[in-house]
């Protein structure tokens, strides 16, 4: 009899831990929707083909056509390519059926990571029930912390605001008291003509006080002229200026939350004097299949300020600035086709440097990558505390500010002569390059014994204050 209650006894906590243990890997297909949005919807649609094939039921269809099982998939997911080359004769027949067009590898996906991308595939309809029911729990949870936050810093701030109230209304007594007072002393007084007539003779009064007068017109003569050399000197120096573009693009949701580096859309900065606005075939790379925006990123401030109602709304807003590209470039989100009139979108130009200035992004973006990127970790870039540049790690944040952290572009910097010639006198020339190394070996050596063995060379050592290289 004990024998047999200890055998139950091992047989139920056996199946205790094989429930617990499948229920810890169970496949999410809610999350199976979310990796599919981010890592497959480039190249698959779950129904028709796009440039890979359709992948409802993929697992099911591998299994009919070839005999293969998920081993299979996590292989050709995680590296087709290794998968060809052993010589998988389904891997190639694939590849070959779709013009020999290489799959990128995902080494990154884990293998529950797959599992819940193929638990989607085989029914999408629970994956996005799924995915929209957690984000629900997700965002009610938020509300709900904030709601609580909201709550108990709430005692605090009307403690605050209930004394603000009473200092200003003992504040306004004391004033009425005060005027009250003034006027009944000043009521009974009459003043007779000799006193009115040098009480309000300013001639009199300035004969009196020449001397004071002449000085006071002196320092309100210098603040004039002061402030008329400022406003001159402000001319063309447009620090702030964040212009209303045609279509709403929020770089911090594409460079920070997605980490899209800044020269895969402004590539010309790589190869030429500007930076270029880049094309929207550029931006159609991704959003022939981005076709609505369901980040969790949401900008509050566009509900504070009152334009939108809450975070759904602003949602709504991207999507539909998403639609104006479309109609724009003539992209048909149904059928996937350029079948309508185009028009180009007229973007506002923020950054224009004066036609007698010479600036090659190419010069920055590429020659002085290295010694900039230096220049931002060692905080040596002018204003850069101002500029709010931080740890960033892009060279293009040394002059135009944490661009990744703006939802609409502004201009972060003055851009004025002088701070040019500043960032000019304090960034060092890369010296680990081995043109430079050779090329400036002399003057790096003259420099040594000027100044001595830890002397470094900066920009404005190797002519970069001659005005000859940025006015032509």
């Known amino acids: 009899m004990k024998a047999r209650f200890l055998k139950r006894i091992r047989l139920w906590s056996c199946a205790i831990i094989l429930s617990t243990f499948s229920l810890a890997n169970a496949q999410d297909a809610g999350k199976g929707y979310e990796l599919f949005e981010a890592n497959c919807t480039a190249c698959h649609q779950i129904d028709g083909k796009l440039i890979g094939p359709e992948l409802r039921n993929v697992e099911k269809r591998v299994q009919e056509e070839a005999g293969l099982g998920k081993e299979w998939l996590h292989a050709w997911i995680k590296d087709n390519k290794a998968l060809r080359e052993s010589g998988d004769a389904y891997a190639n027949k694939i590849y070959a059926d779709y013009n020999n067009t290489e799959m990128l590898a995902f080494p990154n996906l884990s293998e529950g990571d797959i599992d819940n991308i193929l638990a989607y595939t085989a029914d999408p309809d629970a994956g996005v029930k799924a995915f929209e029911e957690a984000k629900a729990a ?175 709304a602003v949602k709504t807003f991207y999507t539909g600035e998403i639609q104006k590209m479309y109609k724009a ?9 350029y079948d309508g009139p185009q028009k180009p979108i007229e973007w506002v130009r923020i950054h224009n440097m004066p036609d007698f200035v010479f600036f090659s992004h190419a010069q920055h973006v590429v020659a002085g990558e290295k010694a900039i990127k230096k220049a931002i970790k060692e905080g040596t870039i002018p204003n850069a505390k101002e500029l709010n540049i931080g740890s960033g790690d892009q060279v293009c944040f040394a002059c135009h500010g944490r661009v990744d952290e703006m939802n609409e572009v502004k201009m972060a910097n003055d851009f004025t002569m002088g701070w040019c010639i500043e960032c000019h006198r304090t960034t060092e020339v890369d010296m680990d390059n081995e043109y430079n190394k050779e090329y400036y070996a002399e003057l790096h050596e003259k420099l040594k014994k000027q100044y001595g063995d830890a002397t470094k060379i900066t920009v404005d050592a190797i002519g970069g204050l001659e005005c000859g290289k940025c006015h032509y």
């Open 138 to 312: 997700k965002k009610k949870e938020a509300a709900a912390k904030k709601a609580a936050e909201a709550a108990q810093g709430g005692g605090a701030n009307s403690g605050v605001i209930a004394v603000g109230f009473v200092v200003l209304a003992v504040l306004l007594l004391w004033i009425l008291v005060r005027v009250n007072a003034l006027v009944k002393a000043t009521a009974t007084e009459e003043l007779n003509a000799e006193t009115e007539r040098v009480a309000f003779s300013f001639a009199e009064f300035f004969q009196k006080y020449q001397k004071v007068g002449t000085v006071a017109i002196a320092v309100l003569a210098f603040f004039a002229l002061y402030n008329v050399y400022w406003g001159l000197m402000g001319i063309g120096v447009d620090k702030g200026y964040e212009p209303e573009q045609p279509i709403y693009f929020s770089h911090k949701v594409h460079a920070g939350v997605q980490g899209i580096d800044c020269q895969y859309c402004h590539s010309s900065a790589k190869y030429g004097k500007v930076s270029g606005i880049p094309s929207p075939n550029v931006c159609m790379n991704c959003h022939k299949t981005i076709k609505e925006y369901k980040g969790d990123y949401f900008e509050e401030e566009l509900i504070t300020s009152g334009k939108f109602a809450d975070e759904d």
């Open 329 to 337: 470039i003539g992209w048909n989100p149904e059928t996937n086709k």
